[in-house]
């Protein structure tokens, strides 16, 4: 059974900074989508940026330019760097698994998940 683990979550000032990982175990990383999702209080999940078995990546429209998502196959790692942080952007932010190849960003089409990581963006 895949296990995903979060961690890097943290406060920060607006404009500021965060690298977010993701460690698994009982899988191989190479054969799997990989995602970054979100949930703000009183607000649905939504998706951040994945990345394909491939390395292609898909962002949400609100974090190009600003987000990178990566993957390290050999640690069986995903990261997510976040700069220029906006408050709005405050929220539980997930790590997701798909086997297989896949590119949409919809929470619905992943079906492992890690228990999340806060991030706390101040004004």
């Known amino acids: 059974q895949v296990q995903l683990v979060e961690s890097g979550g943290g406060s920060v000032q607006a404009g500021g900074s965060l690298r977010l990982s993701c460690g698994g175990s009982?899988?191989?990383?190479?054969?799997?989508?990989l995602g970054w999702f979100r949930q703000a209080p009183g607000k649905e999940r939504e998706g951040v940026a994945l990345?394909?078995?491939?390395?292609?990546?898909v962002y949400a429209a609100s974090v190009k330019g600003r987000f990178t998502i990566s993957r390290d196959n050999a640690k069986n790692a995903l990261y997510l760097q976040m700069n220029s942080l906006k408050p709005e952007e405050t929220a539980m932010y997930s790590c997701?698994?798909?086997?297989?190849?896949?590119?949409?960003?919809?929470?619905?089409?992943?079906?492992?998940w890690g228990q999340g990581t806060q991030v706390t963006v101040s004004s």
């Open positions: 997701a698994a798909r086997k297989g190849w896949w590119s949409l960003l919809r929470p619905e089409s992943f079906d492992s």
């Open positions: 009982g899988y191989t990383l190479s054969n799997y989508c």
């Open positions: 990345i394909d078995n491939y390395g292609g990546t």
